[in-house]
Nanobody
Framework: QVQLVESGGGSVQAGGSLRLSCAAS????????MGWFRQGPEKEREGVAA????????VYADSVKGRFTISQDTTQNTLYLQMNGLKPEDTGMYFC???????????????????WGQGSQVSVSS
């Protein structure tokens, strides 16, 4: 069974940076796409960023464009999310996922992403 394990979360003040990692138990080359989603306090789950395993095409939520960068290291079977200029509204549980067609729509992600990590907490204080 594919296992995805996130790490790198923590607490930081506004304007700070964090780098999330998602280690996969199998070669991520076997996936079509991977992505990051988050769930903030009293908020609906939202897509943050997604990347095609082959080709490297990426998509970002408008709220994080210019601040977050999604990347991958296929030799290490690891997905990353570099988060700069963090804001309090970025606070939430961040989940990585692997599946087929990339999407930032949580409703579509349920069907398209078959594997999910346990989540990593990110807390940004003002």
């Amino acid at each position: 069974q594919v296992q995805l394990v996130e790490s790198g979360g923590g607490s930081v003040q506004a304007g700070g940076s964090l780098r999330l990692s998602c280690a996969a138990s199998v070669d991520i080359d076997n996936t079509v796409s991977m992505g990051w989603f988050r769930q903030g306090p009293e908020k609906e789950r939202e897509g943050v960023a997604a990347i095609l395993t082959h080709g490297g095409l990426t998509v970002y939520a408008d709220s994080v464009k210019g601040r977050f960068t999604i990347s991958q290291d296929t030799t290490q079977n690891t997905l990353y999310l570099q988060m700069n200029g963090l804001k309090p509204e970025d606070t939430g549980m961040y989940f990585c996922a692997a599946g087929t067609i990339p999407t930032l729509d949580p409703a579509l992600a349920t069907a398209r992403y078959g594997y999910w990590g346990q989540g990593s907490q990110v807390s940004v204080s003002s």
